[in-house]
């Protein structure tokens, strides 16, 4: 049972390019959250989705980001028009249940530079 | 608002001793409370975790223990060995799904 699958792991973009982040969950899990983790520092809450709902996205910044997390397919992050503020790890994490019944599975990360 | 703090942000301990990391948090309805483990260039991994129905929790070298009064929890590493070196995060349930972070520990196993 593969874990949780991130890609790109790394990602360069320059100022105004588009960065999208791909996250397949684990088999079987149905929630997914977006953290943010700038060097040295701790784990920042973006998003959580459940299957085709964002459930909340009170930790994104209402401008140039999105997430969504279709029917089928993976979880999408998607970055617009990106700053150099925006370099730090992505996670993507998933569980079964929600987050107070069950663990929490997370990716290897992607990397976002921006030049 | 809802809170985690953790501490030492560093905490640096001979091979073979004993860490501690300590968290105290802010919400009252909070439940759930896991431990993480994130090696370098690698995403977290849950270690341990503790129920608010139980007061300690023991799992080989790692323990934790719980005191909802005074709303703190601990990590314990006991004989601790180079491969425990990593950063070590705290995190409790937040009255909606959440889960509230703490700010992280670095431990340093020095041989």
């Known amino acids: 049972n593969a874990g949780v699958m991130q890609n790109p792991r790394h990602l360069v973009r320059r100022r105004g390019q588009e960065a999208r982040l791909r996250c397949s969950p684990m088999?079987?899990?149905?929630?997914v959250y977006w953290y943010r983790q700038l060097p040295e520092e701790g784990l920042k809450f973006m998003v959580y989705?459940?299957?085709?709902?964002?459930?909340?996205e009170s930790g994104m910044p209402k401008e140039r980001f999105s997430a969504e997390f279709p029917k089928e397919g993976p979880s999408i992050l998607r970055i617009q028009q990106v700053v150099r503020g925006d370099s730090a790890a992505y996670f993507c994490a998933s569980s079964r249940t929600g987050l107070n019944t069950g663990e929490l599975f997370f990716g290897e990360g992607s990397r976002l530079t921006v030049l | 608002g809802e809170n985690v703090e953790q501490h030492p942000s560093t905490l640096s301990v001979q091979e073979g001793d004993s860490a501690v990391i300590k968290c105290t948090y802010s919400d009252s309805a909070s439940n759930y409370f896991p431990w993480y483990k994130q090696e370098l260039g690698k995403g977290p991994q849950l270690i341990i975790d503790?129920?608010?129905n139980v007061g300690e929790k023991k799992d080989q070298r790692i323990a934790v223990t719980l005191n909802k009064t005074a709303k703190h929890f601990s990590l314990h590493i006991t004989e601790t060995q180079p491969e425990d070196s990593a950063v070590y995060f705290c995190?409790?349930?937040?009255?909606?799904?959440?889960?509230?972070w703490g700010a992280g520990t670095k431990l340093i196993i020095k041989p």
């Open positions: 088999k079987g899990h149905s929630h």
């Open positions: 989705l459940q299957k085709e709902n964002i459930i909340d």
């Open positions: 503790i129920r608010s």
């Open positions: 995190a409790a349930s937040s009255s909606n799904y959440q889960l509230i």
